[in-house]
C-alpha cells in the first residue's frame, strides 16, 4: 500500500489533471456539435475522435486516483474550481480558430502532466501514476502534433 503522504500528492495531481481534460471535453464537444463551413466534415470526424479519447482518459485518470485511495472529483462546481483551463463559453469560433484554441489548451495541458510527473519522480514513489502520466502524455503530445499540423501555427 502506498504511503499517505505519495498517496496525497498523487490524488492532488490528478484531480487537477482530471478538472483539465474535463473542460477540454467539453470545448472539444462544444465546436463538435457547433461546427459550421467547408471543414466541417473533416473537423466533425476530428472532434469526434478527440471527445471520444477525452472521455475514455477521464475515466481511466478517475480510476487511477481511485487506486491511489482518493475521491475522483464528480461534479462541475468542483471541477471548474480545480480546472486551470479557462472554457470557451461564448459563441463558437470559426473552424480554423477552433483547432487553434484546442491546440493551446493541449499546450497547457501537457506541460502540466510534464509538471506532474517531475513533482511525483522527485516526491514520491507512486512509479504507476508516474508511468501512467507518461503514457498520456504521449497520447496528447499526439494530438497536439495533428493540431499544429493543421493550424498555421
Known sequence: MMNKNDAKISQELLNEILANESILLMQTLNYHWN?????????HLLFDKQYNQLFA?????????RAVQG??????????????????SGKAPKPQQMIINLLNQYEILIEQIRAAIITLDKKTTDFGTIN??????TQHEKTAWMLRSLSEK
Open 71 to 88: 475521491q475522483a472529483l464528480g461534479s462541475f462546481k468542483n471541477i471548474l474550481s480545480a480546472a486551470s483551463l479557462k472554457e470557451d
Open 132 to 137: 501512467f502520466l507518461e503514457e498520456l502524455l
Open 57 to 65: 482518459d477521464l475515466d481511466k485518470i478517475a480510476e487511477r486516483i
Open 35 to 43: 461546427l459550421v463551413g467547408p471543414q466541417f466534415q473533416d473537423y
